[in-house]
């Protein structure tokens, strides 16, 4: 068998990652207790991260669980290099490269008693895969991650070996994301989108609808020691400009991740200077949705027209002050490892001149029989979110410089992504976040032909192929080529417009302790395990 790093190794890289991160000596001084007080953004559809696309149930919800393997929450880049034991203590590929063997911790219960075995391991990725349709979960997102599982084999109580029909390098990251935790075989789906269960440092105690959410210390945790923490209360607070004053008057400990635009952040630090600010790129992309099947979208033509309305240096200017960054689909560099080099992007359709692209828009628009006096009325959809909301202004502005009569359709934020899987919107303006930095989750997920998160409807042979081969690529370099000609092919048939990879600020105040917050991720360090108050 070939082996990864051992358990050993990876305790010890942890440890002496955890030092370096919170400063030598200071490992005897976290201290026990307080409540965590944070805001969430909006009201989350449900509690089951595998059941949902939104930040707003993951945040607040990745406390209660584990995952088989996590990324380091002391590392701000999550990497293959940064995948540390969690409920397995090892992992080991077969010399196929197709059986993917866990060794799993021993005397850990989830959070009602009742014990932690394989076949938990076995009965959550059936769930999450479809493989076990009488149980599976009403909604799976990330099932395309699950595509090539045949089988999870329960060898014992303690080892589960995950059997695929052809490799895939990149599965062990999908595990480690926070959007894929372990769930209980003997809980329902349906108690997990209201009462989780896990075998987390926190526990669930109630999760008041359009109020607040509430997370108690587990004294039980299979992590001796910690939480420090004694739980976690968010309240839901709507308004932007509520919450982020209720931060700076001490009202919560926390704001929520990315919440913080580049003017605000100015604000905060202004009228609170102790407070921890820090602006990171989040890997969601801000992206363009039309349908396909709704005419006249249908037409080839008019989509063309509307990729060369994008001014994306527009969005970055007026969000971000001109922190965040133009690409493609996958995340740009310095902290995203497989963005398109600059050169190579300057040449693709929508990413030239501005004011020529525009013209030619509007030459586009002309030849259908549209104008000045004969615009194209459409709504733009989009969540009633204030990520969402920010851009969508823009493009609305963008699209009437081209003969469009645009207007905003702001669809309530916990029913958003449910509209999207039906295909009800003509035109919308999404974000599209993912668990980790890897073509798997971003590209797969987003345009293959059986992605539950496809939500254009994408699907073509030849990109089906190049997904599938860059999937079992295991050199980088190799792996990279075929993405960039998978991002060229998307650019040039206007699958799903790119229109800015979003850079945004979280903020915390000076008591909070341990926490790093993550650069190339929103999704993957919310267990809040190893936050601590010095007061």
């Known amino acids: 068998m070939r082996h990864h790093r051992t ?8 440890v002496l990652g955890g030092l370096m991160a919170m400063g030598a000596g200071t490992a005897a001084a976290q201290k026990q207790g307080g409540t965590l007080r944070i805001y969430n953004t909006t009201q989350p559809p449900s509690a089951s991260i595998h059941e949902e696309s939104t930040i707003a149930t993951n945040m607040p919800f990745m406390a209660v669980f584990n995952n088989l393997v996590r990324f380091d929450p002391m590392k701000p880049l999550n990497s293959f290099d940064t995948i540390v034991p969690e ?15 866990f060794k799993l911790r021993s005397g850990v219960t989830f959070h009602d008693g009742k014990p932690f075995t394989a076949n938990d391991v076995r009965c959550t990725y059936h769930r999450a895969s479809g493989l076990d349709p009488e149980s599976a979960f009403r909604r799976s997102p990330r099932k395309i991650w699950y595509e090539n599982l045949k089988e999870v084999v329960v060898e014992d109580d303690l080892t589960a070996t995950f059997q695929l029909t052809k490799k895939q390098p990149s599965f062990v990251a999908l595990l480690a994301s926070g959007l894929a935790p372990v769930y209980p075989c003997h809980v329902s ?9 896990g075998t987390g440092p926190f526990k669930f105690v109630e999760f008041k609808s359009n109020e607040s959410i509430k997370l108690a210390k587990n004294p039980t945790y299979w992590d001796q020691g910690k939480p420090y923490l004694d739980g976690i209360e968010w309240k839901i607070v709507n308004s932007r400009s509520t919450r982020i004053l209720a931060f700076v008057a001490g009202e919560f400990d926390m704001t929520f991740v990315a919440d913080v635009t580049v003017p605000l952040m100015r604000d905060v630090t202004t009228q609170k200077p102790d407070a921890v600010c820090k602006l990171a790129p989040t890997n969601v992309p ?3 949705l039309v349908n396909v099947e709704q005419p006249p979208f249908d037409k080839p033509e008019i989509r063309r027209a509307m990729a060369l309305a994008l001014d994306r240096q527009a969005y970055i200017d007026i969000i971000s002050g001109g922190k965040s960054s133009i690409a493609t689909n996958m995340m740009p560099g310095p902290e995203g490892q497989w963005g398109m080099p600059v050169e190579m992007r300057s040449k693709l359709l929508g990413y030239g001149d501005v004011a020529q692209q525009q013209a030619e828009a509007r030459k586009i628009m002309e030849s259908l029989g549209y104008g000045p006096n004969n615009r194209l009325p459409v709504k733009v959809a989009t969540r009633d979110f204030a990520t ?12 009437n410089k081209i003969y469009f009569d645009a207007s905003m359709e ?18 919308g303006m999404n974000t599209s976040g993912v668990g980790i930095d890897d073509p798997d989750a971003v590209l797969k997920g987003a345009y293959s032909c059986k992605s539950e998160a496809n939500y254009t409807g994408y699907c073509t042979p030849h990109v089906e192929k190049l997904l599938d081969e860059q999937s079992q690529e295991a050199d980088v370099e190799k792996r990279k080529k075929i993405v960039w000609e998978i991002e060229r092919i998307l650019t040039e048939e206007v699958a799903r417009p790119i229109l800015y990879h979003n850079r945004s600020g979280t903020c915390w105040q000076p ?15 919310w267990r809040f395990d190893q936050v601590w108050f010095e007061k």
């Not at 358990?7 to 942890?14: D, E, I, P, T």
């Not at 789906?189 to 269960?197: C, F, S």
């Not at 309530?412 to 449910?418: C, G, K, L, R, Y």
């Open 7 to 14: 358990a050993k190794s990876r305790w010890l890289a942890a």
């Open 87 to 101: 409920l397995a203590t090892s992992w080991a590929w077969d010399e196929t490269g197709t059986k993917l063997t």
């Open 189 to 197: 789906a349906r108690d997990m989108r209201t009462k989780p269960v």
């Open 286 to 288: 801000i992206n363009l």
């Open 388 to 399: 969402y909301k920010d851009p969508a202004v823009i493009l609305v502005d963008q699209l």
């Open 410 to 427: 702001l669809v309530e934020s916990s029913i958003w992504h449910s509209r999207l899987t039906k295909k009800n919107y003509a035109v």
């Open 511 to 525: 008591h909070v302790k341990g926490f790093v917050l993550g650069e190339n991720s929103i999704y993957n360090n």
